[in-house]
């Protein structure tokens, strides 16, 4: 199989039309047409059903489709490997994290990771949900759970505390809660079943309260940004992890003494990237930077 068409072909079934892949390919939308019927013909199987909407992969080009993303990907691992410096980190590196912690905690740190290896660039790929290390979505990820694939190398990075917050204007108006029972008389703030970044995001709902009965919140938000600025607008009260807790001015901690469920985060990456130097000084800028956090 000719590698041109196959590249060609994978970029058509990500992309699910000619039109989109072309323009990623920077080729005329004809041409990606002439070399996906080419590859048909070569193989003699349809490898897409064509609709007016647009493409659907028959089951034999599924089955292409994973065999070309597994060696594109191995490629691209291989390509890192090797244009890396032996005596020093070079080379760019894709990391993913969530929204929350890549957007309050990493980005605005990573100018000193950065500007003491000037010769590695970075990708910040910030995602509620795992993106496919072994698919070469990203080199690594910082995660809020243990990894789930058995091929990743994890390195446990620190445990995050919850910080429940109210802004002053709120507890003027609504007064402080002593127990959190006293949470069913207040307006809670909370995250939603969206795409939770991380474990038990929701906790608030049922501190206090008997298992399954969850009290209502007044507003349900798909970002940990968004909550922490209803918060400080004076809209209700809601729990934090303790990375933007710490650096939310003018908010003030209510039930400092409520249990809460511990979120233990996780440095991971495919067992190919051992040796990576980029990998290496990335894990220890991030555990030196957290032992100080």
């Known amino acids: 199989m000719d590698w041109d068409k196959l590249r060609v072909f994978h970029a ?4 699910g039309s000619f039109t989109h892949a072309g323009d990623t390919l920077n080729l005329s939308q004809s041409a990606v047409s002439r070399q996906i019927s080419a590859l048909e013909e070569a193989l003699q199987v349809p490898l897409f059903h064509r609709h007016a909407r647009g493409l659907i992969l028959t089951e034999q080009g599924e089955s292409l489709n994973r065999t070309v993303r597994e060696v594109f990907a191995k490629l691209a691992m291989t390509e890192a490997l090797l244009t890396e410096s032996k005596e020093r980190p070079a080379g760019r ?6 929204v929350g912690f890549g ?22 790929l910030l995602d509620d949900t795992d993106l496919d290390l072994a698919m070469r979505e990203a080199d690594v990820a910082i ?24 802004s002053p204007e709120y507890l003027k108006r609504a007064g402080t809660p002593q127990k959190a029972e006293d949470l069913d ?4 703030i909370l995250f939603g079943n969206y795409r939770p970044p991380v474990p038990d995001v929701d906790w608030l709902a049922e501190a206090g309260r008997r298992p399954g009965s969850p009290r209502k919140p007044l507003l349900e938000v798909n970002s940990l940004q968004a909550m922490m600025e209803a918060v400080r607008s ?21 039930l400092p003494d409520l249990k809460a469920p ?15 130097k980029r990998v290496a000084v990335f894990r220890d800028f ?8």
């Open 12 to 15: 058509v079934a990500e992309a």
């Open 93 to 98: 590196l894709k990391v993913t994290t969530t």
């Open 103 to 124: 957007a309050s905690w990493l980005a605005p740190r990573l100018q000193g990771f950065l500007d003491a290896y000037p010769d590695v660039s970075m990708t910040l």
């Open 143 to 166: 995660r809020m759970h243990p990894p789930k694939q058995p091929d990743l190398v994890q390195r446990h990075l620190m445990a995050i505390d919850w910080h429940v917050m109210a």
């Open 185 to 188: 008389n207040h307006k809670i």
């Open 234 to 254: 004076g809209l209700g009260i809601a729990a934090l992890p303790d990375y933007m807790a710490n650096e939310a001015e003018g908010l003030v901690r209510v």
């Open 262 to 276: 511990r979120v233990d985060v996780f440095f991971v990456y495919p067992e190919e990237l051992r040796n990576s």
């Open 286 to 293: 991030l555990l030196a930077r957290l032992a100080h956090r």
